[in-house]
């Protein structure tokens, strides 16, 4: 086209546009974001993400661009927010909050990046074909729950000695919160225990969990690792603080919050690893350079303060070998 075609005739004046004015603005890449959850319980883990993006050389705002969706727990709302993210053309989608992200961010897609984070096997889920070589559009961080179960009820058993039954909560919609809900089962009765398993579902459920717990003379309580329960982390604190019962959580911000103790693989270190997997897509790797990654550390976290309005007296190699001690 002739640069005459472009000028104009305004109120008599001719005008021509700055060159600059026609030149193409450069598009900017959009990274989908599928959370199961809903954001403001996500903040630290969200953080770590766009950390981790940021580390491989981006800005946000001028590199990348983030479209957040949130299925608010909700999770049969995952596949449509999923589909919106591929009619809308992003880059990579980041599926966050377990199993239930990935599947939908699969199956709306087998084209575009995915990067899953999850707490299971992802081998047995059918996410991937194999660990160090993934296949497809997929690839992820890992760190897997279930095995974690049988730890977090010694370490349960050693802060409140006495403990005769303890309570678990399991989230009734993620196979992998049930299954360590049985793994403890297990373990407690081997040890002469009773355990009391409440699979919960809603808000409503977890209160009703509570209830019955102290109804039924619960000593303790075990959360099962599960997005839902990060969704509801602030209600189950406060409902566990309210009613005096020592608690056990898979994660840090838990005692953050003004849990007793957690021990679980750091979240944070997870999404922090699944942003630098999405920066490196966007740098043109492929899923099936990027070998899923599985989480090892794992941290004791234990709040004093807490301990200290339950009556409960620390012990000293606790603290000592504790990774973060909140006093």
Do not use: C
Request: net charge neutral; aromatic share 8%.
């Amino acid at each position: 086209m002739r640069r005459r075609d472009f000028i104009v005739a305004v109120g008599g004046v001719i005008v021509s546009p700055p060159i600059a004015a026609l030149a193409q603005k450069p598009i900017i890449p959009v990274v989908g974001y599928l959370g199961a959850v809903s954001q403001r319980p996500n903040l630290p883990f969200t953080a770590a993400f766009i950390r981790g993006l940021v580390e491989t050389g981006f800005t946000e705002g001028r590199d990348f661009i983030v479209d957040y969706r949130w299925a608010e727990g909700n999770l049969d709302r995952l596949p449509a927010l999923a589909a919106e993210l591929v009619s809308d053309h992003v880059a990579v989608i980041f599926a966050s909050g377990g199993f239930v992200s990935a599947r939908a961010a699969m199956q709306a897609t087998s084209s575009i990046p995915i990067v899953f984070s999850i707490g299971d096997d992802p081998v047995r889920l059918g996410l991937v074909s194999s660990i160090s070589r993934p296949t497809g559009n997929v690839t992820g961080v890992t760190f897997n729950f279930t095995v974690l179960g049988a730890k977090r009820w010694e370490l349960l058993h050693e802060m409140v000695p006495n403990v005769g039954t303890v309570a678990v909560l399991a989230a009734q919609d993620s196979a992998t919160s049930t299954l360590e809900g049985r793994q403890v089962e297990e373990v407690a009765r081997t040890n002469g225990r009773q355990v009391l398993i409440f699979n919960v579902r809603t808000g409503n459920d977890i209160e009703w969990a509570f209830a019955n717990s102290i109804k039924q003379h619960a000593d303790a309580l075990l959360v099962t690792g599960s997005p839902f329960f990060v969704q509801e982390r602030e209600q189950i604190v406060t409902l566990a603080a309210r009613h005096s019962l020592p608690a056990i959580y898979f994660e840090r911000e838990f005692v953050v919050a003004g849990g007793l103790m957690s021990y679980g693989v750091p979240l944070r270190d997870n999404y922090h690893q699944a942003g630098v997997y999405v920066g490196q897509l966007l740098k043109g790797a492929k899923p099936s350079d990027l070998p899923v990654v599985q989480g090892t550390k794992i941290e004791l976290v234990i709040n004093l303060k807490t301990a200290k309005q339950l009556n409960l007296s620390v012990p000293l190699t606790m603290q000592m070998t504790a990774d973060e001690v909140i006093e």
